[in-house]
């Protein structure tokens, strides 16, 4: 029996610390958190100092059952959980769950996952640091107040379903200014001049611009006009010696802002792979906002630079956190064994260790050296002249190992006064550039310079926002420009023009019309929760608490009062905001056009509602590219010119109804009829391939003749048709979907055979067993191959230990009575679960 019980939040690192400890200690794992607060009266009693109420997460319960178990039989227990503000919050809740005894229970914390770090934590045991606790704590409370508060008021005045939160709703807020900035962005135009240059000595081509940027076609011609008998001379050589010195070792942020930039890595998979090589022993604790590196580590990295570089190479450096609340006493994110030059791992796994060990050597090497030359080129009796500018490398340092960037070219040998002679002097036509939208790595990077959040919540954040529909993650293509090119060569002008591509995005960031209606309302009702200072200055309070300065339920309730008050005040008297824009008067009708959100989305609405007349407003939906921002009074009036019965194609010749396509529910269909007749309009999927842009009336005419007979199969009918999944054939109840080659419309009885057959032959490998008591109850495997109950077109999957073949008609019944509570086939599934045998 093993005298000592180590527990910690994950499996992975239980595994890690195993190796290092003997058989006097048992190693668990608590799977993360243990407790959250309770959604009754947002698990906080406000009337006495905001005490929380936890409770135990469902998923937990089994777990904390064995732990109890683990705890009685053990004569210690050391809680090691994560050494930040979260992994203290684990500690105290398993101290709490467990029912712990100080007498019996220590606290043990390491920054790195290796048999010195173990030994050392083990025999330097503290106890739980009760002002990281409060801090985590104080965090989470007001998050719950912030969140669910906000929320209701959104609900109310927005939208239903909607969330708010205290440093998701100013990361929106970011995301939001940026595109408004891109969106009133004027691009300017200019020429950018560049000449081509050959050197007197041994005729080697360089470039030079010219220093200035012309801001017209007419001033690039009036400019090479000037130049009837150019002469170009060297006026000026400037060398300078220059440096480039190491960034620091890695913190969260800007590890997943280099894993972005150098692998295209978004921030949750830098930081799940991050985590991965922490638990396994590889790497420090990867959420940290400091800079430092221990002693142990500045002298393992000194020995490592000097072998495999030399002396030379070798130069110490201490960095220091440039926040002053930096959060807790961590190291940089660095190897847990400088010396090893890679692990044994996934690919990524391996490239995210090599760029860590790289930055932290790079950090303790040398700086790189450079000579930089910038020469000026003049031109006989003109006020222009041009630049060319190179760089040359003479001692790599750092860059040996770490390169960030590429030099500049290099420049042929010139002395000052030489003759230059042009091969050509070009013009290219440029467009100044809009500010870029986010990256997930650079909206990190805007976060932390502001202070918002901390190393832990940065990928959460993102993630939150975009899973609550406030931003969408995407590649866009740009707009085609034609781009003018004119050149000066042998005194003649000549010009030529391309088509280029400008403002293409990858990966970037992009807010949905629901993030800016919600950021302008919660502007116009609470500027100060998405205020980017008030934000920073909670986070700096939470430092406090940590450091032991403040106490957490007194900063809560001098926020708290002030933030209620408004809550309520904003439900009472805010007008419900839906961001409508006026866009204008429709010229047939006289009506009002406006656009704003609706239930599903933005929509385009023409008119306004009269009660008494009884006549709604007419609607239509935006295009994915079209935003309440930006749409224009043209463009609405088009879309609603295609709602409602959508775009008419013709009338039926057997019917004499008019015929549409339109987008309805669940994608494109075609209506026979129109929508206020008396008689219902008939609707038809379109087919895959057909849009509504391009469907003919011909196409749309065969869709009506859907559902179709094809023929009789085994002396039953054989229908084709088209459903909400696609085209099917339907034939003794049973539904068999298409092949992608084959039309519902030209499919004939042979091959509808042929499929019908071919699905047989697919149920009968699913089917395990039949009863004949009930031939709606199988044992069959779903579509995964595990063994399952079918019945009611439901699917109850046994446990691994059943064995189905051997499962009676009885052990079924009990089976489905215990999933479904009933054996009525009409009533709904209750809960889904593994059962047992």
């Known amino acids: 029996m093993s005298k000592n019980l180590v527990i910690v939040e994950s499996p992975a690192k239980a595994k890690t610390i195993e190796k290092f400890l003997g058989k006097d200690y048992k190693v668990k794992s608590s799977f993360g958190h243990v407790r959250d607060l309770a959604k009754k009266n947002f698990g906080i009693d406000v009337e006495h100092n905001f005490k929380p109420e936890y409770i135990i997460l469902p998923d937990k319960k089994k777990i904390i059952t064995e732990l109890r178990k683990e705890v009685k039989s053990a004569d210690k227990v050391l809680l090691a959980s994560d050494e930040d503000r ?24 390491f920054n790195e996952i290796t048999k010195e770090a173990i030994k050392n934590a083990v025999d330097n045991p503290g106890e739980i640091n009760y002002d990281l606790v409060n801090a985590q704590q104080a965090r989470r409370i007001l998050d719950r107040l912030v969140g669910f508060e906000l929320s209701s008021v959104l609900w109310r005045k927005v939208q239903s379903k909607l969330s708010a939160g205290r440093v998701q709703s100013v990361a929106v807020r970011l995301l939001v200014e940026r595109e408004r ?133 070798y130069k110490k450096r201490v960095f220091k956190t440039k926040s002053k609340n930096a959060q807790e006493a961590h190291e940089a994110i660095r190897p847990a064994y400088i010396q090893n030059k890679s692990i044994s791992g996934t690919s990524e796994e391996e490239r995210l260790y090599d760029l860590i060990r790289k930055r932290t050597l790079a950090s303790q090497m040398a700086d790189a050296a450079f000579e930089q030359t910038k020469v000026t ?87 939150t926002i975009e899973k609550r529909g406030y931003m969408i993650k995407e590649s866009r293509q740009g707009i085609e420009k034609e781009v003018l090119h004119i050149r000066y060569k042998n005194n003649k002008i000549s010009e030529k023009t391309e088509r280029k591509i400008f403002g293409a995005e990858k990966n970037k960031l992009f807010p949905t019309d629901i993030a800016m209606v919600v950021t302008d309302f919660l502007k116009d009702n609470f500027q100060n929760i998405i205020d980017y200072n008030f934000t920073a200055n909670v986070e700096e309070q939470f430092d406090q608490i940590a450091n032991g300065k403040i106490i957490w339920h007194k900063m809560i ?44 989305g933005p929509v385009v609405q023409l008119g306004l509602p009269d009660e008494e007349a009884k006549i709604k407003p007419k609607f239509a939906s935006l295009r994915k590219d079209q935003h309440i921002e930006n749409i224009t009074l043209e463009e609405a009036l088009e879309l609603l010119k295609n709602s409602g019965n959508g775009r008419l194609l013709g009338k039926d010749p057997v019917s004499g109804k008019n015929i549409y396509v339109r987008f309805a529910r669940y994608g494109a269909v075609a209506q026979l009829g129109d929508a206020d007749d008396k008689e219902k309009p008939k609707y038809a999927g379109l087919l895959k391939g057909m849009t509504i842009d391009t469907v003919s009336l011909e196409e749309v005419l065969e869709l009506f003749k859907l559902p179709r007979d094809v023929g009789e199969f085994e002396g039953k009918k054989v229908v084709a048709a088209v459903g909400r999944f696609g085209p099917y054939i339907r034939h003794d109840s049973k539904f068999i979907s298409l092949k992608k080659t084959d039309d519902p419309l030209s499919i004939t009885i042979g091959r509808a055979e042929e499929l019908i057959l071919e699905k047989r032959e697919k149920d009968k490998k699913r089917l395990i067993k039949e009863f004949k008591e009930d031939d709606t109850l199988k044992i069959i495997k779903d579509r995964w191959g595990k063994p399952c109950v079918f019945y009611n077109k439901k699917y109850i999957r046994l446990s691994a230990n059943a064995k189905p073949e051997d499962l009676t008609y009885e052990d079924c019944l009990k089976i489905i009575e215990k999933e479904f509570g009933t054996l009525d086939k009409n009533k709904k599934k209750k809960t889904t679960r593994k059962t047992k045998k």
């Open 181 to 313: 900035e891109i969106n009133v962005f004027k691009p300017e135009v200019f020429f950018k001049v560049t000449a081509e240059f050959l050197s007197p000595e041994n005729n080697q081509i360089f470039k030079a611009d010219l220093s200035q940027k012309l801001k017209s076609e007419k001033e690039v011609r009036d400019f090479f006009n000037s130049l009837n008998t150019p002469g170009y001379f060297v006026a000026d050589i400037e060398k300078k010696p220059s440096k480039r010195t190491p960034s620091a070792p890695f913190t969260t942020s800007s590890l997943q802002q280099e894993a972005s930039r150098k692998f295209g890595f978004p921030v949750g998979k830098t930081m799940r792979i991050a985590q991965k090589l922490y638990e396994a022993g590889f790497i420090t604790y990867m959420r940290t906002d400091s800079v430092n590196l221990s002693s142990l580590a500045l002298n393992t990295a000194k020995d490592t630079v000097i072998k495999e570089f030399g002396e030379k190479f």
């Open 377 to 463: 080129i003049k031109i006989k009796n003109s006020e222009y002249k041009f630049i060319a500018s190179g760089e040359v490398l003479l001692f790599p340092g750092f860059l040996k190992i770490y390169s960030e960037k590429n030099a500049d070219s290099l420049l042929p040998p010139l002395n000052t006064n030489d003759i230059l002679e042009a091969n050509f002097i070009e013009a290219t036509e440029q467009f100044s550039k809009y500010p870029p939208r986010y990256s997930e790595a650079a909206l990190v990077k805007q976060l932390e310079d502001k202070g918002i959040g901390r190393p832990s919540t940065y990928a959460p954040t993102i993630s």
């Open 86 to 109: 979260e992994g203290e919050a684990i500690a105290w809740h398993l101290y709490e769950v467990l029912k712990l005894k100080d007498k019996n229970t220590e606290r043990i914390v």
């Open 557 to 600: 309730e001098t926020f708290y009062n002030k933030f209620h008050k408004k809550v309520e005040n904003t439900i009472e008297h805010a007008d419900r905001n839906a961001g409508e824009r006026i866009l204008g008067d429709d010229p047939e009708t006289g009506k009002q056009v406006s656009v704003r959100l609706g239930k599903y």
